[in-house]
């Protein structure tokens, strides 16, 4: 039996188990208390029920005459397991924790939970006694199943009436939010008075509006940088009102952000309430249903919906893996603290770490929370590390990347001035840094250059900045320059990768769309062969004016990488169903590049090779007219897959070999279909044909398996053509 205390979660728990294809029998969930009696009474083996702690409640009869509640099953091979084991099965006395042990004396009880707590009138360990297995916070994090969550503290101060000490604040906060008893509905009325006086003080939530909107606006900026979106944001007030009332500031600063629509808008408040509330509570008091959009909005990273405003719900059961940053605004203690913190520690694309920002003391809260965990937690942290760590990082990775880039002085550019003085010193950084020439780009003993030092300290800078960019004013600038110049070095990098045929790692994908998206909104697009300082190539008019400008470009490096591009993209256009001639042209280039690597050739050499390359890459869509008659592509592509072989044209010639070539465009419109490639028999007659070709055209017999893959290759690669032409 699986025991919850929430409906939700015991909702949750039953339809993840009953997709399982390994339960020796079908789950049950217990939604009545009288289904849950007759369900245990009458079961004498097996079994596997879910239901929630409530449901093992005495009925009123029972109570009245002062009944325990009727034992319903005395097997001892009842195996109870309890999820969020340190909420509610404290009351041994007369709640329904007793009810459960009167209702199943020999069961076994085993505990889940993430938040164990001792307190002197609640103790899990006391309850259930030691702990069969720990998997701690710093173990997750160190499996990646969360991240770490740092802290910040933005306290945002309170006026203290001179009868109201910060205790009596703390005891009224915890009071609202144990829910509106109707036996204890006058005294909580007064504990939300009190927190309302004082945390929702007019002049305080304007103050708090005004920050948390500036602090947001830069942390959803620097982690699009690593997630591609700015992400989401959860706000937690101490009551309705204060809720409420925070949204009323904060699109009063951002009118822009409020849309009266469900679906649409920016932020949005989500809490319980009834017909009784009043404006502006009542505002925001919607159906569950409704509220279950919103959350589900939360989710999806896509959505514009970035930050919504709770009181009690989503604090415990929701997850939302692109949360990534809390504002807590009000002093959480124990085990609601800690799962209200790991709303932000779930994984997602990119993202590295969550943030609390505090705006209400919890540094005691915190710490005393920690002492339950382990000593590893307590030690590391992964939840609650100071932001100040992240600004000492931060300053020392700073430190780092001035030693780096000391070989060339990017400030002396940017000083210089004009209207591009920070793109000049940005790549011209980067020149110096992908350099073979620099100092210290020769591997080092763990393989790593200058080039890719860069990349792992700016990386790292990078993303402690977007927790602590508000304490860093003063080098922001000088951050934000070794920041471009990362986003640069990924651009160039993934024009190699691609050029080497490999894919491109999704985080320099997401620098790449940030560069992209930066460009679009400031109207100017610049691209690499600006960055190098040389006039963008056309490779049907390489003037030596042209190569003269190239070889005195502001950023040789960058020249060598920019007229790399272009080859490939042009070789990859003129040669595109040309196996043989693309493989070819990659090889050269991969060639030449590795000759300049290994400073076998100056930039001013590799230069000259390239442009060379360029020339016949441009001369290639004419070739085949030097034939007579004259191949067309398709021609020419067969014919450079049977000419590879010296002997082959050295005893047949070219007559002969294009004669082949021609013949084998023939085969291909004649035999080639939609599935042939994954028809053996189809490819068994195509290579029969090419081999009767072959032979009848006097082709060297111990050529002829060479010459048979590689025009099946080539056959590949231009199939879906020819059968589509088919139709």
């Not at 217990?30 to 849950?36: C, M, Q, T, V």
């Not at 792992?456 to 004013?473: D, E």
């Not at 050029?499 to 400031?522: N, V, W, Y």
């Not at 050269?588 to 020339?615: F, G, H, W």
């Amino acid at each position: 039996m699986v025991i919850t205390d929430r409906n939700e979660l015991d909702g949750q728990l039953y339809e993840t188990f009953a997709r399982s294809l390994l339960l020796p029998g079908t789950p049950q969930q217990i939604r009545k208390r009288s289904e849950l009696r007759e369900e245990l009474s009458n079961r004498t083996t097996g079994g596997i029920y879910f239901t929630t702690l409530q449901k093992f409640g005495r009925s009123k009869d029972e109570r009245d005459a002062g009944h325990d509640h009727p034992l319903l099953s005395d097997r001892r091979n009842i195996i109870v397991v309890v999820d969020e084991a340190h909420r509610s099965h404290y009351d041994d006395l007369d709640g329904y924790a007793r009810h459960l042990r009167d209702a199943l004396p020999n069961a076994t009880l085993i505990a889940f939970t993430g938040t164990p707590i001792s307190f002197e009138d609640r103790n899990t360990k006391e309850v259930f006694g030691e702990y069969i297995d720990i998997y701690d916070l710093s173990r997750a994090v160190e499996d990646g199943a969360t991240v770490p969550v740092y802290f910040e503290p933005r306290l945002i101060k309170v006026n203290l009436a001179e009868s109201v000490t910060q205790e009596d604040l703390n005891l009224a906060a915890d009071e609202a939010t144990r829910g509106l008893d109707d036996t204890e509905r006058a005294r909580l009325e007064q504990s939300v008075a009190v927190v309302n006086a004082v945390y929702g003080a007019p002049e305080r939530i304007k103050s708090l509006a005004a920050d948390l909107v500036a602090h947001w606006e830069d942390r959803r900026t620097q982690m699009t940088k690593f997630i591609d979106k700015p992400g989401k944001a959860l706000i937690v007030g101490a009551t309705r009102e204060i809720c409420a009332n925070l949204y009323s500031a904060i699109v009063a600063l951002r009118p822009d952000w409020h849309s009266g629509d469900l679906d649409k808008g920016r932020i949005k408040v989500v809490y319980s309430g009834d017909a009784t509330d009043v404006p502006p509570v009542s505002n925001h008091v919607r159906r569950d249903s409704l509220n279950a959009s919103i959350k589900e909005r939360l989710k999806n990273v896509d959505d514009e919906l970035e930050l919504v405003i709770v009181k009690d719900m989503m604090l415990t059961g929701y997850d939302s893996p692109p949360l990534h940053t809390l504002y807590l605004d009000r002093p959480l203690k124990g085990a609601l603290l800690m799962q209200t913190l790991a709303r932000v520690n779930r994984t997602f694309r990119g993202k590295q770490d969550g943030l609390l920002v505090a705006y209400a003391p919890l540094a005691d809260n915190l710490a005393k929370a920690l002492a339950e965990y382990t000593d590893t937690d307590q030690a590391q942290k992964p939840i609650g590390k100071n932001i100040d760590e992240a600004v000492g990082i931060a300053t020392d990775l700073v430190e780092q990347l001035r030693t780096l880039l000391a070989g060339y002085d990017w400030k002396a550019v940017l000083h210089r001035g004009g209207p591009k003085a920070f793109l000049n010193a940005v790549t011209g950084a980067v020149n110096y840094l992908r350099d073979t020439g620099t100092p210290g780009n020769k591997p080092d003993d763990d393989g790593d250059t200058l080039a890719d030092r860069y990349r792992r300290i700016s990386g790292q800078l990078a993303r402690a900045y977007a927790l602590c960019s508000g304490r860093l004013v003063e080098l922001r600038p000088e951050i934000q320059v070794y920041e471009e110049i990362r986003v640069w070095m990924a651009k160039f990098d993934a024009e190699d990768r691609q050029s080497r045929g490999e894919p491109i790692p999704a985080d320099i994908q997401r620098m790449l769309s940030e560069l992209i998206a930066t460009a679009t909104a400031s109207g100017e697009v610049v691209d690499i062969y600006w960055a190098a300082g040389m006039p963008k190539p056309s490779l049907d008019d390489l003037t030596p004016e042209f190569v003269a400008a190239t070889r005195q470009a502001r950023n040789p490096q960058l020249a060598i990488e920019a007229l790399r591009k272009t080859l490939i993209e042009e070789s990859a256009r003129v040669a595109r169903n040309n196996v043989v001639r693309q493989r070819a042209f990659a090889e050269r280039i991969a060639e030449l590049m590795n000759k300049y690597t290994n400073q076998q050739l100056t930039s001013a050499e590799v230069i000259a090779e390239l442009v060379e390359m360029a020339k016949e890459v441009a001369a290639e869509s004419k070739r085949g007219e030097l034939f007579s008659p004259p191949l067309n592509d398709d021609e020419l592509a067969f014919y450079d897959a049977v000419s590879q072989n010296e002997s082959a044209v050295l005893e047949q010639g070219d007559d002969v070999l294009a004669k082949i070539a021609r013949d084998l465009v023939e085969v291909m419109r004649r035999d080639v279909r939609t599935d042939w490639t994954v028809r053996d028999d189809v490819r068994a007659k195509l290579r029969s044909s090419i081999k009767r070709l072959l032979v009848k055209n006097g082709y060297p017999p111990d050529k002829q398996p060479g010459a048979i893959k590689l025009v099946m290759e080539q056959m590949e690669s231009m199939a879906p053509r020819f059968a589509e032409a088919r139709g």
